[in-house]
């Protein structure tokens, strides 16, 4: 199974990130030791994926210590720069939640904050795990299905997180049980983390699938072609709305209108309590390159703008199940505005 992120001190402290902007073609590693580095790297998306953010929050408090230490910087200035780093994304409630996580700990010293780091990534392991184990029982009993049609968007899986996945992580659990027949991995514009990243684990790890086009996606729904679609979570705020890869509210007006259920699975602590609805989120808009030009090469004519949310919400309504470790609730059949605080973290 691919890392994602770890603690490396080989040949010196860094956080190493696999570097996701080359995936599929090249397996590159970056070995991150400043501030400016991981702002970079999660602003260029070469560390994405809300649990794995969850970590780099958390180790990047240890590496913003460990370059303070080296160059000099006040209790102000750490302050600061750690500031930096938590608030690099403003949607992935995790990235902030690392931070806050190991943030105490820094009065008690770099290995506190370390171990405290690495806790939490053994934690999100452990999660991935039994949310995966929840979210198989809970869609076989659902749909009373034999052998599981899957659509998914996005990507959830070993890349995105710590280790395992996500919504990737029940896919996996229903494939090894033998009760998943394909997936349908959405091409995610317009960065394809569907088709560079998602379908790159799909091929590791021998899972039957197919990428097809984001505005296929509701036809194949609506066509009978799948039998449920899983997907992941930025923040889920505490009534059950739901911020994820943009495109995803689509989906879950398809499954909707076809029967079928639509599933978000994520961690409890993507679970955020403190925000009631999502009309409070704030969605991140990403350059308008990023939609105007492919690999580099610009398909739009010269003058044209560009609108590029990053997320979007998916109300509580169109959701069936929320799945974190900690249980799954039904926010469409039992709404509720403190539904969540019973699976949040």
Known sequence: MVVAIAWSTDPRPAIRLIDQTRLPHEEIYLDVRTVDALVTAIRDLA??????????????????????RELGW???????????????RPTAVN??????QVRPAMAEGLEAVLAGAQRLIAEDEAANRALSRLGADWILARTGADMVRVGTHCNTGALATTAWGTAYGIIHELHQRGRLELVYAD???????????????LTQDGIPHVVQADGAAASTILRGLVDVV??????????????NKVGSVALAL??????????????SSTVDLHTATGDQIV?????????????????????????NPAFDVTPHDLISA????????????????????????
Do not use: K, Y
């Open 74 to 88: 006040d209790e102000a200035r750490l302050q600061r720069e750690v500031d930096r780093i938590r608030d690099a």
């Open 187 to 201: 091409e995610t514009r317009p960065l394809l983390q569907g088709a560079r990243l998602t379908s790159w684990e």
């Open 47 to 68: 560390v994405r994926g809300a649990p794995a953010l969850g970590a780099a929050g958390a180790l990047g408090v240890a590496m913003a210590m460990l370059q303070g």
């Open 254 to 267: 398809a499954c909707q209108r076809a029967g079928i259920p639509f599933v978000v699975a994520a961690p």
């Open 95 to 100: 990235l902030a939640w690392g931070v806050d």
């Open 283 to 307: 969605i991140e808009e990403r350059p308008e390159e990023e939609v105007l030009a492919v690999a580099g090469v610009r398909c739009a004519p010269a003058t044209a703008r560009g609108f």
């Open 230 to 243: 899983i997907i992941g979570a930025d923040r889920i705020t505490a009534n059950g709305d739901t911020a």
């Open 322 to 345: 929320v799945v974190t470790e900690q249980g799954v609730v039904e926010p469409a059949v039992h709404p509720d505005p403190h539904l969540l605080s019973a699976i949040a973290g």
